[in-house]
């Protein structure tokens, strides 16, 4: 079990958006105006995505390397861009009381950079959690080989990791749904996810969920699932729990295997029935077929909240199958592939890299790339 850490009044929380994905994701967090409740900073090897970003906190990591054109699709460039911009990633987090690290995984710079990032933050002893996505199956095999490599490289620093998987999200939505859809569903969903988590952690509640609950909660071996439900009336809370269990981006079916639970309500008014509290909390330890499991439940109040109730529930120690598509790092090496050791090493494959830049699928182009077609196409 990894070590928990005391929490401290007036908690500050980093998030951090890590490459494309993950700068996305930090744009909707700010238009949903959590930075008054937490620290938002975009970080990309990417100039011209940055300049786009809403956030006041952003940091160019590897100018020298890239020169602000992108990772290129490749994790290793990711990692050393990372290394070249260490002391400004370690001040920007280094007053924070936990990091969540979010990114898309699969290309450069959010696979590259993340489990670098979260190596600082565990050798700042901050709490860290990581919440990714996995790429599309037909994004390419390398891509997802990046991913899960990337997994493996930041679990280990990391408290706790939650992966999201794209691919999951196009079975709930059905094989018809354009890509920019599906993108938006699945930005949706973490939006909603960190959103939540954030509220959980920094408001006081009735029944406290606090740092170290978290922590002991996440510091279960295997798999980490998350999810949120919303209900308009108090009558939909039961509804609202399924949609959190049942949540299409995270792999939640052997979600009954769980060692451990959060089961977070947060109100808009303080008239909450203790029938339906308890009816929740049931429900929810009727779905654990270990005992043993620890359910931590709390309760807060959130007037500005836009619905009657919000749910969030976090599973950790689930034992599951491997990910969608997982391959131990042996697997990737053997295949001669991008994937090094347990040292935050990724081996930079410059013949993929020359395969992507011919490659027609616009979201495997890296942005010089993209970046020199329109230039090209606008002489
Ligand atoms: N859910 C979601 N996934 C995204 C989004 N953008 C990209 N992705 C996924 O994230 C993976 C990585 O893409 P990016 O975040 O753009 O890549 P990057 O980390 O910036 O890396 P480079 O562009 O190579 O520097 C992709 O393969 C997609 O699967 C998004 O807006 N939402």
Known sequence: MKELLTSRPGL??????????????????????????????????????????TVESKILIGQNLTN??????????????????????????????????????????????????????????????????????SESKMRMDYATAGIELIKEPAQAYITLSN??????LGENIGLFSAFKQSNDVLNNLLTALVQMLTQTG????????????LSFEGESVLGVGKAETEEDAFAALEQALNNPLVSAENIDSAQGIIIHICCKKDDIKLSTYDGLVNN?????????????????????LTTELTILIIASGISTKALPNQKSPTAL???????????????????????????PSFTDIPAIVRKLQRLNQSI
Do not use: Q, W
Request: with cysteine.
């Open 167 to 172: 691919d999951l999200l196009l079975k709930g």
């Open 68 to 137: 602000g054109y992108g990772a290129g699709a490749d994790p290793a460039i990711g990692l050393k861009a990372a290394e070249e911009s260490e002391e400004v990633l370690k001040a920007a987090i280094e007053d924070s009381d936990i990091v969540i690290i979010t990114a898309g995984f699969g290309g450069g710079t959010g696979t590259g950079a993340s489990p670098f990032i979260a190596k600082l933050a565990r050798d700042l002893d901050i709490n860290c959690l990581a919440v990714v996505t996995l790429p599309f199956g």
């Open 12 to 53: 500050l929380i980093t998030v951090i958006g890590v490459g494309g994905c993950g700068c996305n994701t930090i744009n909707m967090l700010h238009e949903n105006n959590l930075s008054s409740m937490v620290n938002l900073i975009a970080v990309n090897t990417d100039l011209a995505v940055l300049n786009h970003s």
């Open 284 to 304: 929810v330890r009727k779905k654990l077929k270990h005992d043993s499991a620890l359910i931590v439940a709390g309760v807060s109040l959130d007037p500005e």
């Open 333 to 359: 090496n053997e295949l001669g592939e991008s994937y090094v050791g347990d040292d935050l090493s990724f081996i930079s494959d410059h013949e993929h890299l020359e395969f992507l830049t011919n490659s």
């Open 206 to 217: 009735h029944m406290n969920v606090d740092i170290n609950d978290f922590a002991r909660i």
